[in-house]
């Protein structure tokens, strides 16, 4: 569960306010307010070139907003660091690099609880020093379905297994935020449903963003569904409100793999 027990101050863990990005004469984003409720899955759809990751960018602090602000909790974080984001308790998942191939799955996840230590990321600290995390470590690879492999190296792991100790490494954090950016890219039918059991799972007490092309695992997941094109919001509201709306459907449910 998240460690922060501290009282939201807005009904909305994440929102942007009239946020706009533009490259050098092109908008990418064009004035998105969004609103993403407290503890529910909340998923951003639309066509390739629509601005989900641009969004996504924004959001996690990679890129700065040319105009419009962005809050985490009801605070301004619209000129913080990726860092500072992270730490606030937002954290981007699929993107972790604490996720090292030549490291076991139990080794993966003490790097990424060491800074619970107030040392992340030292790898000189002793053995017995880095075995008290070994409990927590083993929690959290359980909670993934990973139990069974702690001692596998992580490039030993077929795909869908790989993203699912990304998903761990990220709950390492303890994230009241997670930010997931499709998560089921490039995976089985299998991996699919499992990925998906998995965060239905972890999102208990969390709020998740969550970018998805898979709309039969956003149909599954979601509470609520904002769709993107060409930059601006199109549709929000719940699937089968968007999934019934000419305008989405023209722009995006039309299309057989996006």
């Known amino acids: 569960m998240p460690s922060a027990d501290r009282a939201p101050n807005t009904d909305y863990a994440i929102e942007t306010r009239n946020v706009t990005k533009t490259f050098k004469g092109f908008t990418a984003v064009d ?9 529910t899955i909340h998923a951003l759809i639309g066509p390739n070139g ?8 924004l959001i996690t602090k990679f890129l700065e907003p040319t105009s419009g602000s962005i809050h985490l909790d009801g605070r301004d974080i619209t000129r913080d660091k990726p860092a500072q984001i992270a730490r606030a308790g937002a954290v ?13 799955l139990l080794e993966n996840i003490r790097v990424a609880l060491q800074r619970r230590m107030g040392n992340s990321y030292h790898f000189w600290e002793s053995q017995a020093r880095l075995d008290v995390l070994n409990e927590d470590a083993r929690r959290i690879l359980a909670e993934v379905g990973l139990d ?29 935020v997670m930010l997931l950016d499709e998560p089921m890219a490039g995976m089985g039918t299998g991996d699919v449903a499992r990925v998906a059991n998995i965060i239905r799972k972890v999102s208990q007490g969390r709020t998740v963003l969550m970018v998805e092309h898979n709309l039969n695992v956003v149909a599954d997941l979601s509470d609520r569904i904002t769709v993107l094109q060409q930059g601006s919001v199109l549709a929000e509201g719940t699937y089968e409100e968007v999934s019934t709306n000419r305008q989405v459907r023209s722009a995006y449910m039309g299309e057989s793999d996006d």
């Open 31 to 39: 004035d998105v307010s969004l609103k993403v409720r407290h503890g």
């Open 50 to 57: 629509a601005g989900k990751s641009t969004m996504f960018n």
């Open 92 to 104: 981007r998942s699929f993107q972790i690099s604490s996720v090292f191939p030549n490291l076991t």
């Open 148 to 176: 069974d492999s702690e001692s596998v190296l992580a490039s030993e792991l077929p795909y869908g297994r790989k993203r699912l100790l990304e998903l761990a490494t990220t709950l390492a954090m303890e994230p009241r």
